[in-house]
């Protein structure tokens, strides 16, 4: 399906109009109002991307931008509004919600991380709000990091920060208060170098990759694989594309688990949105990122680590 990829696809008025229901007596048609429902408009192409109860406290995606940028500034304190910008936009092409990823745009948040070609790796954080028009998700904001050279990205474990809104007029009749644990914060980015090391002194055979990666973001074959020649030809051509992306990290940065943590985060930032095998977005991806990176590092400092225990689906 199409994507939004454009930011000023997204920045489009809302409205809220009333639901009816039509129905047939004698002879002629009634509309009549349903008073616990409203629709919500794409005031820019005039097309329904929500109906939802009255109760429901409808956000901009200008409204929810302007939220990030201010959770940006509680985050990091140091920085300031205007050193924020909005990065990368993803949503479905019917509207009905989207992602927006705010990156700081100077190098004053970036942390280097594991030497590669006698040079360290620079990584940084960003900031994702989800905003949404038909229930389907809160507004929410994450953080998460991503490697700079190729802005492959994670979103870091829900239990570290996260700040997550219903839409209901309760919650957002009054100005959202970010508040963030500074301690947590340096800890868990500590944290993330430490765990680039780990991953970087973690030999992987090239056999491998490909597995390890489908284990990370949970790639399992298609139950009706054989019931379609497109099926089947996807996920050839889906396997094809992973063998592609690790064969390139490796060669980048060797056969170890750095390498196919670099090519995981690739295929969840750049996941193949016309393969009918691809049932995730990225955000989805990139959580399932954020995890594996948390519990693999776990699991191979442990001195029983066995990586084929680390294949399992």
Known sequence: MPRITRLNEIMFPVEEHPVFARISED???????????????????????????????????????????????????????GEWQAATVDGPSTAGYCQIDLRHNTAALNFNCVPAA??????????RVTNSFNTSRALNFAIGFYRKVCKNGMILPQEIIRFSFVH??????????????????????????????????CTVLPQHFDLLMRAGLSIQPPANLTDSPRIASDWGKLG????????????????????????????ASHPPTENCCVRRDRHSFQSLAGSWLASFTTACSAPSFSIENALVI
Do not use: W
């Open 27 to 81: 002879g002629f048609d009634h509309d009549l109002v349903i008073p616990s429902k409203k629709a919500i408009i794409n005031g820019r192409t005039r097309k329904v991307i929500g109906v939802v109860g009255q109760n429901y406290r409808t956000v901009s995606n200008t409204e929810a931008l302007d939220m990030a940028t201010r959770c940006c500034a509680t985050v990091f304190p140091e920085t300031k509004p």
């Open 118 to 127: 006698n040079r360290p790796e620079v990584f940084g954080p960003f900031i």
């Open 168 to 201: 209901s007029r309760r919650a957002l009749n009054s100005e959202i208060m970010f508040t963030v644990d500074k301690f947590e914060l340096e800890k868990y980015k500590g944290l993330f170098t430490q765990s680039m090391a780990v991953l970087n002194s």
């Open 240 to 267: 094809a594309h992973i063998t592609e992306v690790n064969t390139r990290y490796a060669g980048e940065l060797g056969e170890n688990a750095y390498a196919v943590f670099n090519a995981i985060t690739d295929i």
